[in-house]
């Protein structure tokens, strides 16, 4: 069996980074089957990467290995780690790159307006974490400055051929997590949530689900303007909408067009609800 190992990194593609990291994990596994989920996370953005880690991995197959690699502490004392969840096994820094899929398999897990403080949150049954502490299985010498190709790429294509998530180092039941964004209601009972992500197309996505939404007809507020409805398909409308997109979020779109730069709005930006 080769399961699938799908890669999330801000290494861009202008540089050899990513292929350096394939080939590493190429020459212990020649028939690995390897993913690109994106290169394109800003660099050292740890919240942007969890964030389109947690959009992608649910559709892999299971059993698949997911490689987080956005490290702006890589050579400190940070933990790597290697997390084993009912359907997938991740391999990343400790530095909360998790925060998003630890989250949505611990809810309440972290909760907060905006990103703040890592806090350690205990593993619960089912969600199990190894710290990466074996050397055996590194590449030597071990870069300071590029852990990525000389310890988590040797211990992803080590777990691709078959070898216990447990042979790697010690059991620990903690993991660091931030706290993940969520919407509130503010003193005159207005949903109030944030741009948590902004896309390719410039959609500004927020942290508010269908679930958070209010009965009946509603008015959505970004960057001072009003947006009235909740629109099915980008085509259906002129000019902004206020849309549930296909990762589950209320997100501001513009139709041929940039929402993100019409509104000069950016990831922390509020984005209201409110009532018709």
Not at 65 to 84: C, F, T
Not at 217 to 246: C, D, F, H, K, T
Request: proline share 7%; with cysteine.
């Amino acid at each position: 069996m080769n399961p699938i190992i799908t890669l999330t990194t801000d290494f861009g593609s202008d540089d050899a980074y990513v292929a350096v990291v394939k080939g590493v994990i190429l020459s212990t596994n020649p028939k690995a089957n390897i993913v690109d989920i994106s290169h394109a996370v800003e660099p050292q953005n740890i919240t942007q990467a969890a964030f389109v880690l947690s959009i992608a991995y649910r559709y892999f197959p299971k059993h698949s290995i997911h490689m987080a690699i956005v490290d702006p502490g890589v050579g400190s004392e940070r933990l790597g780690i290697i997390l084993k969840t009912p359907s997938a096994l991740f391999v990343a820094p400790d530095n909360g790159i998790l925060s998003y899929v630890v989250g949505q398999l611990l809810p309440g897990a972290g909760s907060s307006i905006q990103p703040q403080e890592l806090e350690e949150v205990k593993l619960k049954r089912g969600l199990e974490a190894v710290a990466i502490t074996d050397p055996r299985f590194w590449r030597h010498p071990v870069s300071p400055t590029f852990q990525g190709r000389d310890v988590f790429a040797p211990v992803t294509a080590g777990l691709s051929l078959g070898i216990s998530p447990y042979e790697f180092g010690e059991k620990i039941s903690c993991l660091h997590v931030f706290p993940i964004p969520k919407p509130s209601l503010d003193s005159r009972g207005d949903l109030v949530g944030h741009v948590i992500y902004v896309d390719h197309f410039g959609n500004l996505i927020t942290d508010i689900t269908a679930a958070d939404l209010p009965q009946g007809n509603i008015v959505a507020e970004a960057a001072g303007q009003r947006i009235p409805g909740i629109g099915r398909y980008y085509e259906q409308g002129q000019g902004l909408m206020a849309i549930l997109g296909s990762s589950g979020y209320l997100e501001v779109s513009l139709r041929d067009g940039s929402a993100s730069a019409f509104l000069d709005t950016i990831v922390g930006d509020e984005v209201r609800v409110m009532p018709a």
